[in-house]
């Protein structure tokens, strides 16, 4: 790519799944669908103010289709340069299949069923060099080579857990002139969480994490954690008595929080659309006066789908009254159901619901119905009609259904929230918090929601608003942006320090 | 109890089983049996030294009926004062059954399957406030009563999870006059696992464990996570930049490491017992020349049984140099086989086995050969014959089978140990370390064990022999007693310091 302007910094991002997705046309053209993450939402804003250059994966047979017409140089589209790799695909099954899923997801929600899984057996090595390693390689490949000529500042920004080797890489191919500031969705659990991991993979990944110059997390919890996690295992990584700071082989590295959020005008906007109007209206009639409670997931084992129907059917036993007069609903979107663990999850799920169906509902009353499959119209509807909306997941990066729903919610419902959602630390303060295990401290979180008095829940419902409406996704983007120029100004203004003469530290 | 001296002081050993336990006999007397665990040990060199309280509970008919009979008073028994306590049933089994077994078991060595389990109910609340939390007062209560009128110093030393809030209640009644040093035998993990816990759990076990005023650990990790652990959950709690010392509310608190030891002299002289030698000719004879990999394990989801026979059918399978040349036999204890856990746990295990037999068993060889029972003079037997000892654990406190082993072995054989197990911390050095989630490590391990030369076998177990040989049991236990003493002394020493006109520090 060539320099435009020589101030003007270029933004690099750096995902798996890319901002669109291509299908072949009958002309031998291209059709393009955009994505719907927060990164491709936020990106609007950003391509007006800055360069972009998105490396992704091509995943399916019409972005491999692209990526062949357009593996010379990025082409530009939709406002951005799109650069996409194509690995082969068995070591693309290999790090996504083995490593990135489950492995990394399980160990970083604290998952496994640990006296029996994960084990590390020969596939999961192979999976984790030709596969993992070998792509994160590859993307740096790439980058360096796409960037081989260019003149400006440039910030790489790689997102997620797919890529903790790039940095390293990419320090590697294009030194200390590359600001690399990745962000993780996910949570970073303590030192625990990765002793599952053999020290060479382990160390690999946070080496990797530590090529970088600040590395983005959605909570201040998951920020330290990570802190911990480098002093744990490295004997030369250093905190110096921050919670934020590690300097390891004379570089420092901060960690910092940027809690994500959603795209509040176009939500607000969906919620206003003719089908999310008609399916509300269908919906309130369903109810009947009946009091919601709304749970909305991937099925996920994350999401703690089962102790929320645990806590449910407590609350069914210890307060009679609610028995006809209340109505769960979980809206369930199907999410990796290849995977054993997903789909033994969906049938505990049933299972539990048929249980409390069987043994509750009465001839006019079904206590908790089920609805899976995947309709955001549907979603943001009762999302507007929920009277209690139960959040209580296992773990969670930031759980974007809170904020969803508190920002478009008309019933002043209550939030019954997980004090491990990321979410708790924005919106905890005024919402109902539970320990997820505590499916006793649930039910009664839950039957606290039912009996609030009004007055308590608007003006519960009203902060929880506000502070959604106040920092959006493009507010999370740009204050990484924000901090990644901020960086690379002050490493300019360090490096000419010392060839001015007379310049004065104070000056 | 009356003063007999003033300067000497009482220790007193609290913990839920005694070291005798009794059986009726039909004079309506009582049969007294020893205990084999390391305190019992420990105290016969003890008790000559000091004089020695044990508070423990009741767990069998005969134990009530003894207890009934002394309630008044402890009762000298075997050179100790002992007191048992006698819980209500129903309170006991709360206790033990749903709170000690498996709750806090459970998360001490991070073994949930945590999408399903646990779930905090309503149960779990009622036998955590009923059972737990009660028991725990009532030990209190009976000390207290019991050293009502005692004027020696009093160290009392409460032993595992059994008892973390004895502590409180015990500084409650007693005040700053009496010492407290719990020592905990299991793992102490970091922070995450105790997330599991709803705040209001977690929370009463720290400060009831702040309470004392030393906490002895297996290993320096453990005794750092509990540091870390206060820090995490309790905004008061301080480290000041230590690893080892909290001050919390005023008291300061140190996290020492006790790394328990075997009872070096009477395991060799079992080694040599007659029974011994009978099983070391038979089972000489039956593996016939073959290489032994041994394992002697409880069965419990902790050891990692499971993960051992995935490794051994690995070494199977990469190097079928082994095969009909290599005999695995692994020892298992029954363990709580009332509990679904521990069965299903059992029933893997032994399909596992039958698995690896029908792959690769041929006329002559049986592969792996799994014994259900217990029986000491034959794990000791087998322990002198191992070539490979493999201690795989996902979680211990210390793992006292790796002590006897490399003690008695006669073989110079190789320990593949665990770096999750507190033994890990004395003998790794000079065994081949294992991460235990890594089957495919393990496997390249067990191939290392069987194919090392000699000389560099003979080397490695002169040193492992030296080490254990060098730190027993009653080392183990007279360096708690030496701090509680020295932390006495200058308790005392600064008490009166203000008094003492002139006194000057460095005097």
Not at 310 to 317: D, P, V
């Amino acid at each position: 790519m060539n320099p435009t302007n020589q101030g003007d910094p270029l933004i690099v991002i750096v995902s798996h799944r890319g901002p669109f997705s291509f299908t072949a046309r009958r002309d031998g053209g291209f059709k393009l669908t955009r994505g719907a993450g927060g990164l491709v939402t936020a990106l609007g804003a950003l391509a007006q103010k800055h360069e972009v250059l998105w490396v992704a994966c091509a995943l399916s047979p019409a972005d491999r289709a692209w990526a062949k017409l357009h593996e010379a140089r990025p082409e530009r589209v939709d406002g951005v340069q799109l650069r996409l790799i194509s690995p082969n695909l068995q070591r693309h099954r290999l790090f996504y299949n083995v490593i990135a899923n489950p492995l990394l997801w399980f160990i970083q929600h604290q998952l496994w069923d640990i006296p029996r899984a994960p084990s590390i057996d020969r596939n999961t090595w192979k999976a984790w060099e030709q596969g993992y390693t070998w792509i994160n390689h590859l993307y740096a490949e790439v980058i360096a080579h796409t960037l081989a000529d260019e003149q400006r500042p440039i910030i790489v920004l790689p997102q997620d857990y797919h890529l903790y080797l790039l940095p390293f890489y990419l320090r590697e191919a294009m030194g200390e002139r590359v600001h690399i500031q990745p962000f993780l969705h996910i949570p970073w659990p303590g030192p625990d969480a990765w002793r599952i991991l053999p020290a060479q993979i382990r160390n690999s990944i946070l080496i990797g994490l530590l090529s970088a110059n600040r590395i983005g997390f959605q909570t201040d919890k998951d920020a330290f954690n990570f802190v911990q996690t480098c002093r744990f295992y490295l004997p030369d990584a250093h905190a110096r008595g921050t919670r934020d700071t590690i300097t390891y082989r004379g570089r420092t590295i901060r960690s910092t929080a940027y809690p994500i959020s959603i795209d509040v005008q176009k939500v607000e906007q969906l919620a206003e659309d003719g089908r999310t109007r008609q399916h509300r209206a269908a919906f309130s009639e369903y109810l009947s006066g009946r009091q919601l409670i709304l749970r909305v997931d991937r099925i996920e084992p994350s999401k703690n789908i089962l102790r929320g129907l645990q806590a449910y059917r407590n609350l069914l036993e210890s307060y009679p009254e609610h028995r006809g007069q209340v109505q769960m609903l979980a809206l369930l979107v199907p999410s990796r159901l290849e995977v054993d663990e997903y789909q033994d999850y969906l049938r505990d799920i049933m299972g539990e619901a048929g249980l409390i169906n069987a043994e509750f509902s009465t001839s006019t009353w079904e206590p908790v119905r089920i609805v899976v499959g995947d309709n955001y119209a549907r979603a943001l509807a009762l999302m507007q009609l929920y009277d209690v909306l139960l959040v209580n997941p296992i773990a969670d990066g930031m759980n974007l259904v809170a904020k969803e729903g508190v920002l478009v919610n008309l019933k002043n419902g209550v939030l019954v929230l997980s004090e491990h959602a990321g979410a708790f630390y924005e919106l905890g303060d005024h919402a109902l918090t539970v320990s997820p295990f505590d499916t006793y401290g649930t039910a009664e979180a839950l039957h606290q929601a039912l009996t609030m008095p009004e007055e308590e829940r608007l003006a519960r419902a009203n902060k929880l608003h506000d502070i959604v409406k106040q920092a959006d996704v493009n507010h999370w983007f740009h204050a990484q942006v924000d901090d990644a120029l901020n960086d690379l100004s002050s490493h300019a203004r360090k490096s000419s320090t010392p060839g001015t003469p007379g310049n004065k530290p104070s000056a």
